[in-house]
């Protein structure tokens, strides 16, 4: 029951990304009328006191935004917009919009609102509810079990910790992926009462476990060891990684874990139970508390073992399952094509700062098109690789210019075309990979050149 060492994340009260502030982006050319321009509103509904959300606002010619206010967004050039809200955390529970994406259409010279509505969850509350909906699914794909009567259940709401992170936006896994586990040891006779306490996790978080054939396959490996004696001791461990790349500044999400579990071989069932829940509980972010009525506290009680968790145990867990939100990456492309051709024609690239004398060429184009849904959280970067096919190491990606302000991310139909001066002939047959990605992580796409064609010089 050692705590593990982590790094701490610095103390956020915000779920969601801190981008630029709320103004419309620059456009080159000639200045705006109030004819060729439209307004955004948006505005909080029932949002509850003490809470503050954030809504993003993405559009065309790569338009980004964030506001935390009721605010009417001016001088927005007329086209689609998407507006994304964001779940909001607090230490006592989550707002959640009702309607998280919308998609509004600015009109040239005209106005739009758009008002987000929240729900709040308090995971503070005195009973631990309801899953949200069928989600609490044991170990081998059956239904959980049935939600105790509060009253019987010891400990208090607000006795919970968690490891990394902090209480209003802690690290944890990803609740809408199921979750895989595997012993790498004999079990000893142990294996019921490990699947029983990952379906007790379960039916806390809505989280799903499935048991693996093979640990080298399991997210989660459990290790049993005995020893002479009455008690038990063990280690559990969440592992994480932390989701970062190019100007994308992302969160820590949990990928990996381990149980480690030795007992004594005149210990208690109950006992090594409560090992399994405790050991459990750290490994999806629970850290010890001093309560001693709750399944986190350390060391466990030999003479009174807890088999179910208790109040805060459930509270915590809640706050790291499903009701607090996935946290997926975007979903994958589909119908996904790629074409390119050799320019005689030589049209020009558009550059940003440099010599405005020098004029790039371009003597090679790449199309590449795809179909995609709303990304939740929104997409914010998509980037395009060619992979050479002599290279297995980072160095075999090359990156494909985009145009400026480019990010995919809106639904439906998408194509744009990059400009290559000096670039790779076109082969067809040539292997490429889209990738998008959010504050969650990356979603990776391949695509081979269906076709080469040549543009002729006009």
């Known amino acids: 029951m050692r705590r593990p060492a982590f790094l701490l994340i610095p103390a956020a009260a915000l779920f969601g990304l801190t981008l630029t502030s709320c103004s419309a982006t620059s456009v080159a050319g000639p200045t705006p009328t109030m004819a060729d321009v439209g307004t955004l509103g948006i505005r909080f509904g029932s949002l509850p006191a003490g809470v503050q959300a954030q809504v993003t606002v993405s559009g065309p010619d790569g338009y980004l935004s964030s506001t935390a206010t009721n605010t009417t967004i001016e001088n927005l050039p007329p086209g689609t917009y998407r507006v994304s809200a964001l779940t909001a955390a607090t230490e006592r529970g989550i707002a959640v919009p009702t309607e998280p994406t919308a998609m509004i259409e600015v009109p040239a010279g005209g106005a739009a609102d758009v008002v987000f509505e929240y729900t709040f969850r308090d995971f503070h509350a005195t009973s631990p509810g309801p899953p949200p909906d069928d989600s609490t699914v044991g170990p081998n794909g059956g239904e959980g079990g049935d939600q105790p009567d509060v009253s019987t259940i010891p400990g208090r709401p607000s006795d919970f910790r968690f490891t990394v992170g902090n209480q209003a936006m802690p690290v944890r896994w990803n609740p809408c992926q199921p979750i895989s586990w595997a012993l790498t040891t004999d079990d000893g006779g142990e294996q019921p009462r490990l699947q029983e306490a990952f379906a007790r996790a379960s039916a806390a978080t809505g989280i799903t476990f499935q048991q693996a054939d093979r640990a080298d396959q399991a997210q989660i490996p459990v290790t049993i060891r005995f020893t002479t004696g009455a008690t038990v001791e063990g280690e559990g461990e969440m592992r994480y990684s932390y989701v970062n790349s190019g100007s994308i500044v992302g969160r820590k999400v949990a990928n990996e874990g381990t149980v480690d579990a030795v007992l004594g071989d005149s210990s208690t069932a109950a006992l090594r139970s409560n090992l399994y829940l405790h050991e459990i509980g750290h490994v999806l972010g629970l ?88 990304a939740d959280p929104p997409t914010l970067q998509t980037r395009i690789f060619r992979v050479d096919p002599a290279r297995r190491d980072v160095q075999g990606l090359v990156p494909i210019p985009l145009p400026l302000g480019f990010r995919g991310d809106l639904p439906g139909k998408t194509e744009v075309t990059a400009l290559l001066a000096g670039g790779a002939d076109c082969q067809v047959g040539d292997r490429y990979r889209i990738v998008q990605q959010n504050i969650f992580g990356a979603t990776t796409t391949p695509v081979a050149l269906s076709s080469c064609k040549v543009v002729a010089a006009r």
């Not at 589909?334 to 390119?340: C, Q, Y």
């Not at 060429?361 to 199309?367: L, M, Q, V």
């Open 287 to 374: 850290a010890h508390v001093d309560a001693t009525d709750e399944v986190m506290h350390s060391p466990l009680s030999i003479s009174s073992p807890l088999t179910e968790y208790s109040l805060g145990d459930l509270a915590g867990l809640r706050r790291l399952g499903r009701e607090a939100g996935c946290l997926n990456p975007p979903p994958p492309l589909l119908d996904t094509v790629a074409s390119g051709a050799r320019r005689l024609d030589r049209p020009a690239i558009p550059q940003i700062g440099g010599d405005p004398g020098l004029v790039l060429r371009a003597d090679h184009s790449f199309t590449f098109g795809w179909a995609s849904t709303l």
